[in-house]
């Protein structure tokens, strides 16, 4: 049956998401939260962390040099972040699909920046851009024993 089946390796596709400092005072942790989980991608890591500026420099070191790379690592390291792991099928795509364009006013409409944020600098929320750097992202916040694999019993109405 389903559930006795190894799940095929894009069903184990995981990315790095994190609730930005500012998602969290504005209090959308639960709004993403329930993006994801009602789309039918399982949760495999959560912590609230509170970044260091050498940390989220490491975490956006591709854009060091860019002029508001300053500004971007102070206020990622600015208050508390939710990391998260997502894993499912397509999941790293379809999770950039989720977030919207980096500039939520350039955001569709039920995307998450487009329906709730307005400027680029204050987006609310970090997904990964692809495997590589869903790999490394994942491997930069979590341990792997933070990492938890699980069936969950609505994976067979999800998969076929
Ligand atoms: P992404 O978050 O959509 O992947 P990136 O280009 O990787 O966008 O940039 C990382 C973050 O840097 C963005 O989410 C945004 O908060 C910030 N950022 C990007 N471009 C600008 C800019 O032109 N001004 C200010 N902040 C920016
Ligand atoms: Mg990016």
């Not at 559930?3 to 609730?19: G, H, N, P």
């Not at 790999?135 to 341990?143: G, N, R, S, T, Y």
């Not at 069936?151 to 076929?160: F, G, Q, R, V």
Request: hydrophobic share 40%.
């Amino acid at each position: 049956t389903f559930v006795d089946q190894e799940l095929s390796a894009a069903e184990l596709e995981r990315t790095f998401i994190a609730i930005k400092p500012d998602g969290v005072q504005r209090g959308l942790i639960s709004d993403i939260i329930a993006r994801f989980e009602k789309k039918g991608y399982k949760l495999v890591a959560i912590k609230l962390v509170h970044p260091t500026k050498d940390f989220a420099e490491k975490h956006y070191d591709d854009l060091k040099g860019r002029p508001f790379f300053n500004g971007l690592t102070d206020f990622l390291s600015s208050g508390p972040v939710v990391a998260m792991v997502w894993e499912g099928q397509g999941v790293i795509k379809y999770g950039r699909k989720f977030i919207g364009a980096t500039a939520p006013l350039a955001s569709e409409p039920g995307t998450i920046r487009g329906d709730f944020a307005i400027s680029v600098g204050r987006n609310i929320i970090h997904g990964s851009d692809g495997p590589e750097t869903a790999k490394d992202e994942i491997a930069l916040w979590f341990k792997p024993e933070e990492i938890l694999t699980y069936k969950k019993e609505t994976d067979k109405w999800l998969y076929e």
